[in-house]
T-cell receptor, first 112, second 113 residues
Framework: DAGITQSPRHKVTETGTPVTLRCHQT?????MYWYRQDPGHGLRLIHY???????DKGEVSDGYSVSRSKTEDFLLTLESATSSQTSVYFC???????????FGSGTRLTVV | GEDVEQSLFLSVREGDSSVINCTYT??????LYWYKQEPGAGLQLLTY?????DMKQDQRLTVLLNKKDKHLSLRIADTQTGDSAIYFC?????????????FGKGTRLSVIA
């Protein structure tokens, strides 16, 4: 996935602990997105950003917060992880909502 | 409202054609996309079609759009085992401003050798 990297790729954490996932891009795209992918639910939008310090909620934002202090980085934080947040998290970037998205390789998060 | 529906599974024999279907509800959709997700990877943009087109062909891929029925299909000719993946349909709404893409739940294509 040229120009977009997610870290970490895998993480196991305990219930109640804070977790931050990082998305980094080198494309200078304005828009960045966080999705989660779960069996039977497909891709669900958590939060997105349309510029530095400009973010908005998606359909499953409860329990998640985001920050974008630089164009290239979009952070997703689980303030207090729960087992229901065990999932694969994808970051995506685009020049605009109506342009094709480029996705990262994903972060597999397990909350035990 | 915005909703994109796809069947969850499709199984075809190697060499046959695959047809993956998608229906959407928002008539203001301007671009419709097909993404492919291989195991353990993120989604990759496969192709897209603008709403004023009926068909788009790109090598083995053919996209058909029926705006009246709000139906989109992706046909893969001469399906190969490497085509086994999850295929997502997505729609965008240029005229409605800052609205992210809406994705379907994905169709898992299994190719039998």
């Amino acid at each position: 996935d040229a120009g977009i990297t997610q870290s970490p790729r895998h993480k196991v954490t305990e219930t109640g602990t804070p977790v931050t996932l990082r998305c980094h891009q080198t494309e200078n795209h304005r828009y960045m997105y966080w999705y989660r992918q779960d069996p039977g639910h497909g891709l669900r939008l958590i939060h997105y950003s349309y510029g530095v310090k400009d973010t908005d909620k998606g359909e499953v934002s409860d329990g998640y917060s985001v920050s974008r202090s630089k164009t290239e980085d979009f952070l997703l934080t689980l303030e207090s992880a729960t087992s229901s947040q065990t999932s694969v998290y994808f970051c995506a970037i685009s020049e605009g909502h109506n342009y094709g998205y480029t996705f990262g390789s994903g972060t597999r998060l397990t909350v035990v | 409202g915005e909703d994109v529906e796809q069947s969850l599974f499709l199984s075809v024999r190697e060499g046959d054609s695959s047809v993956i279907n998608c229906t959407y509800t928002d008539s203001s959709s301007t671009y419709l996309y097909w993404y492919k997700q291989e195991p353990g990877a993120g989604l990759q943009l496969l192709t897209y079609i603008f709403s004023n087109m009926d068909m788009k062909q790109d090598q083995r891929l053919t996209v058909l759009l029926n705006k009246k029925d709000k139906h989109l299909s992706l046909r893969i000719a001469d399906t190969q085992t490497g085509d086994s993946a999850i295929y997502f349909c997505a729609e965008s709404h240029r005229n409605s401003g800052n609205t992210p893409l809406v994705f379907g739940k994905g169709t898992r294509l299994s190719v039998i050798a």
